[in-house]
T-cell receptor, first 110, second 116 residues
Framework: KQEVTQIPAALSVPEGENLVLNCSFT??????LQWFRQDPGKGLTSLLLIQSSQREQTSGRLNASLDKSSGRSTLYIAASQPGDSATYLCAVSPGEKLTFGTGTRLTIIP | DAGVIQSPRHEVTEMGQEVTLRCKPISGHNSLFWYRQTMMRGLELLIYFNNNVPIDDSGMPEDRFSAKMPNASFSTLKIQPSEPRDSAVYFCASSSRQGAPTDTQYFGPGTRLTVL
């Protein structure tokens, strides 16, 4: 059974700093990995999707990497802003079913 | 596009009552997913449909839970009878397969269910 872990569960950093969120998974037979953002009381918003054949994806200040062989992914956020405060979840899939991690709650301190 | 629409946004009910949650996927999407989110278990897939057909319901916790998708623009998740441990946020998501096994899923705002 696929297990997805995100450490740390919570992270606070001063505004302007670069930061890295981590995601690890136990079964490397995945089709893709996605990073989502969840704001309090809201649904999830997809940030980046990395196909298994890719090593990274970039969108603005966000960069996600994928190392299937080691079962790891990172989400790099450059020049953090207070608006980046949210819970970030990664999810892996062998197909249409997503298995989610428990998330990292990120707080950017102004 | 209005995005995925869920109703109601909040539901408070008493144990034993029937609860029906509703979802309207994004127009043109052919896959629909129901998730449950709790503090203890995180986000779990309950069931998903492709072209209105249930593909995998292995995440449905008990026979008290049932889901239907009578047409491409509407789905329901029903709990009968409800129990306090069903209290959670229930999300609906949709995606457009476009020939690929997985595409980005778009989530609705969720229904917060409280069973007293």
């Amino acid at each position: 059974k696929q297990e997805v872990t995100q450490i740390p569960a919570a992270l606070s950093v001063p505004e302007g700093e670069n930061l890295v969120l981590n995601c690890s998974f136990t079964d490397s037979a995945i089709y893709n990995l996605q990073w989502f953002r969840q704001d309090p009381g809201k649904g999830l918003t997809s940030l980046l999707l990395i196909q298994s054949s890719q090593r990274e994806q970039t969108s603005g200040r966000l960069n996600a990497s994928l190392d299937k062989s080691s079962g790891r992914s990172t989400l790099y956020i450059a020049a953090s802003q207070p608006g980046d405060s949210a819970t970030y979840l990664c999810a892996v899939s062998p197909g249409e079913k997503l298995t989610f991690g428990t998330g990292t709650r990120l707080t950017i301190i102004p | 596009d209005a995005g995925v629409i869920q109703s109601p946004r909040h539901e408070v009910t008493e144990m034993g009552q029937e609860v029906t949650l509703r979802c309207k996927p994004i127009s043109g999407h052919n896959s629909l997913f129901w998730y449950r989110q709790t503090m203890m278990r995180g986000l779990e897939l309950l069931i998903y449909f492709n072209n209105n057909v249930p593909i995998d319901d292995s995440g449905m916790p008990e026979d008290r839970f049932s889901a239907k998708m009578p047409n491409a623009s509407f789905s329901t998740l029903k709990i009968q009878p409800s129990e306090p441990r069903d209290s959670a946020v229930y999300f609906c998501a949709s995606s457009s397969r476009q020939g690929a096994p997985t595409d980005t899923q778009y989530f609705g705002p969720g229904t917060r269910l409280t069973v007293l």
